[in-house]
């Protein structure tokens, strides 16, 4: 079995996935993207594609070594990302092949359910109460909320006050036994998150997420230390080698995202090494259906795994959603807040390609918004 046809497809809202058929009509199905540098990474698809083209597919782990390590430049956004749309479609092939699960190819389930979380906006308290109590509602034991949007580079009184009041909004919707997550974003300077962590602390995070940009690592050593709630980070880390400052910074819970670190293979060695450090796995998927099939494949398998995001109904999905382009939404389906395990091979999903064909190239590259200051400056998005 070789490997004769790498596809790729761009796809509402803005979405990149992969196709890898191999020349006995075995298909797998990956999600190689950066959000608004879709056409980017498409392009090193297609430059990755010759290491693959004629190969055998179920040389996973030798294919992934020569993606990442077999040129002089390595790592980044854009490569790690190509790299871990292919991964995922290897171990798609993989399952299909040998009729089994990813998870089961990983070393077999240590869980039967997936718990996961889902997103909530916003600008006011009692706009953050309506939404969480909807998704109360609809099951979720969890959710996740901005902060904010552009922020001081120093909070003023009043800026602590409005993080504060919808952070407390949230908590009374939810009473004590369910969690909301807070996500900074990397918008708050080193200062600005010390500042304002100990403010959180009486409504009880479950975490908050990049208090700091990737390229402030360095400073999270000394915000774990005065940070009274548990703090996350790794969306914007891409390999072993970004997330580990981290992990010695003392981090909670890391957030590796499997269609930008790697893939499979990639971020179940994260979690590993996550692990020796009692860190909590968490993985980072406000993507597609491939995406999220693929965190939940290393969710059922792993066992320091935490709670799973992912982007069904949310706000931002303009256009189409992760089940529009399944031929059967049912393994996504949720379960009182949580994903159940599945014994179907592969991934576990079955990508409607009528619909991904169809839906190619007919939206623009997504770009993220720029965001000013009152005065003109550069605000952090």
Same mark, same amino acid.
């Given at each position: 079995?070789?490997?004769?046809?790498?596809?790729?497809?761009?796809?509402?809202?803005?979405?990149?996935?992969?196709?890898?058929?191999?020349?006995?009509?075995?298909?797998?199905?990956?999600? !190689?993207?950066?959000? =608004?540098?879709?056409?980017?990474?498409?392009?090193?698809?297609?430059?990755?594609?010759?290491?693959?083209?004629?190969?055998?597919?179920?040389?996973?782990? +030798?294919?992934?070594?020569?993606?990442?390590? /077999?040129?002089?430049?390595?790592?980044?956004?854009?490569?790690?990302?190509?790299?871990?749309?292919?991964?995922?479609?290897?171990? +798609?092939?993989? /399952?299909?092949?040998?009729?089994?699960?990813?998870?089961?190819?990983? /070393? /077999?389930?240590?869980?039967?359910?997936?718990?996961?979380?889902?997103?909530?906006? =916003?600008?006011?308290?009692?706009?953050?109460?309506?939404?969480?109590?909807?998704?109360?509602?609809a099951g979720f034991t969890a959710v996740k909320m901005n902060a904010s949007g552009r922020m001081n580079r120093?909070?003023?009184?009043?800026?602590?006050?409005e993080v504060v009041s919808r952070a407390a909004a949230a908590r009374e919707a939810l009473g004590d036994d369910?969690?909301?997550?807070?996500d900074f974003h990397g918008r708050f300077t080193a200062a600005n998150a010390a500042k304002l962590l100990p403010?959180?602390?009486?409504?009880? !995070?479950?975490?908050?997420?990049?208090?700091?940009?990737?390229?402030?690592?360095?400073?999270?050593?000394?915000?774990?230390?005065?940070?009274?709630?548990?703090?996350?980070?790794?969306?914007?880390? $891409?390999?072993?080698?970004?997330?580990?400052?981290?992990?010695?910074?003392?981090?909670?819970?890391?957030?590796? +995202?499997?269609?930008?670190?790697?893939?499979?293979?990639?971020?179940?060695?994260?979690?590993?090494?996550?692990?020796? $450090? +009692?860190?909590?796995?968490?993985?980072?998927?406000?993507?597609?259906?491939?995406?999220?099939?693929?965190?939940?494949?290393?969710?059922?398998?792993?066992?320091? $795994?935490?709670?799973?995001?992912?982007?069904?109904?949310?706000?931002?999905?303009?256009?189409?959603?992760?089940?529009?382009?399944?031929?059967?939404?049912?393994?996504?389906?949720?379960?009182?807040?949580? $994903?159940?395990?599945?014994?179907?091979?592969?991934?576990?999903?079955?990508?409607?390609?009528?619909?991904?064909?169809?839906?190619?190239?007919?939206?623009?590259?997504?770009?993220?918004?720029?965001?000013?200051?009152?005065?003109?400056?550069?605000?952090?998005?």
């Amino acid at each position: 079995m070789k490997i004769s046809r790498i596809e790729t497809f761009a796809v509402p809202p803005r979405w990149l996935l992969c196709r890898v058929e191999t020349d006995d009509g075995v298909v797998g199905w990956g999600e !190689p993207v950066v959000e =608004g540098r879709a056409a980017t990474v498409r392009t090193a698809v297609h430059e990755l594609s010759e290491l693959l083209v004629g190969q055998d597919p179920l040389r996973i782990e +030798d294919h992934w070594q020569t993606m990442t390590k /077999g040129s002089f430049y390595r790592g980044g956004p854009v490569l790690s990302s190509a790299v871990s749309g292919l991964d995922q479609a290897l171990w +798609d092939i993989a /399952g299909k092949v040998y009729g089994a699960p990813v998870h089961q190819l990983l /070393g /077999g389930p240590v869980r039967d359910r997936v718990r996961a979380y889902t997103w909530v906006g =916003g600008d006011e308290p009692t706009q953050i109460a309506e939404a969480v109590r909807e998704q109360v509602e609809a099951g979720f034991t969890a959710v996740k909320m901005n902060a904010s949007g552009r922020m001081n580079r120093l909070a003023t009184t009043r800026d602590i006050a409005e993080v504060v009041s919808r952070a407390a909004a949230a908590r009374e919707a939810l009473g004590d036994d369910r969690d909301f997550a807070v996500d900074f974003h990397g918008r708050f300077t080193a200062a600005n998150a010390a500042k304002l962590l100990p403010h959180l602390a009486p409504y009880n !995070p479950l975490f908050v997420e990049e208090p700091v940009l990737p390229e402030y690592t360095h400073r999270l050593r000394d915000l774990v230390a005065g940070s009274p709630v548990p703090l996350a980070t790794g969306e914007r880390l $891409f390999s072993r080698t970004d997330v580990l400052p981290a992990l010695t910074a003392g981090v909670a819970v890391i957030q590796p +995202d499997l269609s930008h670190a790697g893939g499979i293979s990639e971020v179940r060695r994260i979690a590993s090494l996550a692990e020796t $450090f +009692d860190v909590l796995l968490a993985p980072h998927c406000p993507l597609g259906p491939v995406s999220l099939a693929a965190s939940l494949q290393v969710a059922f398998s792993t066992p320091n $795994f935490l709670i799973q995001e992912q982007s069904i109904g949310i706000h931002y999905n303009v256009g189409a959603g992760p089940l529009d382009y399944l031929a059967d939404p049912t393994p996504l389906d949720f379960h009182e807040g949580h $994903f159940l395990r599945s014994a179907a091979p592969g991934l576990g999903i079955d990508v409607d390609e009528r619909a991904v064909r169809a839906a190619d190239d007919t939206v623009e590259d997504w770009h993220n918004p720029i965001w000013r200051h009152a005065d003109g400056s550069f605000a952090e998005w």
